[in-house]
């Protein structure tokens, strides 16, 4: 079945990165066929979180930092440097906010800094369901 | 066409490989998504680059056996259209 397939390590070592190379027959499928299926988690359910979830800025696990304009959190002497947000930001303000409107109460250099540092947010961090939830498709 | 497209960071991905499809979770969206032929290998050879679907249709008869008698930039234009609709390509301005 497999007789099409090359010997040879580089397959193997693919594998190790997560990618498979396929080296052979690729299926390229139909314009119209659809090629990818999607599993949101429950969070995304409720359009009401979207609105009301909120994001601090910075989260508990950067308490105090300030957030530079690239959005990573920094110490409260870096030049350039914004201070933490004097208030959570819903996820309503987050989603026009990314869609070019500052966040209430910033500049729009500030706003950009914030949402930058949104963007980084990881699973596990203060405001990273929220900010998750705002990125579901439709 | 100049309209570009580049995949989602490879740092927010991670990918898992079933029998026939690929799973691919988006650490920014928290979606997992299941992939068919030919999203994983078109998501494989953007690499990070900026590319138009004629750039990655390329590089897809490269490195793939494909039929010949197909539009494959009319098929990866769709696919990256959907993928882009989900979160895992962005268009870039060319």
Same mark, same amino acid.
């Given at each position: 079945m497999n007789d099409d397939l090359p010997s #040879?390590?580089?397959?193997?070592?693919?594998?190790?990165?997560?990618i498979v190379t396929r080296r052979r027959a690729l299926m390229?499928? @139909?314009?119209?066929?659809s090629a990818v299926v !999607?599993?949101?988690? @429950?969070?995304? &359910?409720? @359009?009401?979180s979207v609105l009301n979830c909120e994001i601090p800025v910075p989260g508990n696990h950067a308490s105090g930092g300030y957030i530079a304009a690239d959005g990573k959190v920094v110490p409260s002497d870096?030049?350039?440097?914004?201070?933490?947000?004097?208030?959570?930001?819903? #996820?309503e303000e987050v989603r026009r906010a990314m869609n070019g409107r500052s966040l209430p #109460?910033?500049?729009?250099? &500030?706003s950009e800094a914030y949402v930058n540092y949104i963007r980084r947010l990881q699973s596990g961090q203060s405001g990273f369901t929220c900010y998750? !939830?705002? &990125?579901?498709?439709? | 066409?100049?309209?570009?497209?580049r995949a989602a960071a490879q740092d927010d991905l991670i990918w898992h490989e079933l029998d026939?499809?690929?799973?691919?979770?988006?650490r920014t969206s928290g979606i997992t998504h299941m992939l068919a032929d030919p999203a994983p290998a078109i998501l494989e050879v953007m690499e990070g680059l900026s590319l138009t679907a004629a750039e990655i249709a390329a590089q897809l008869t490269a490195r793939f056996d494909i039929e010949s008698d197909i539009d494959a930039e009319n098929i990866v234009i769709a696919r990256l259209e959907e993928l882009s609709g989900l979160g895992l390509v962005a268009r870039v301005s060319g």
């Open positions: #040879g390590p580089s397959a193997e070592s693919d594998l190790n990165k997560g390229m499928g @139909a314009v119209t066929a !999607s599993i949101k988690p @429950a969070l995304a &359910q409720t @359009a009401g870096t030049p350039g440097a914004y201070p933490p947000a004097g208030r959570n930001f819903t #996820g #109460g910033t500049s729009r250099d &500030q998750a !939830s705002l &990125q579901m498709p439709r | 066409m100049t309209q570009k497209y026939s499809m690929t799973l691919l979770y988006h």
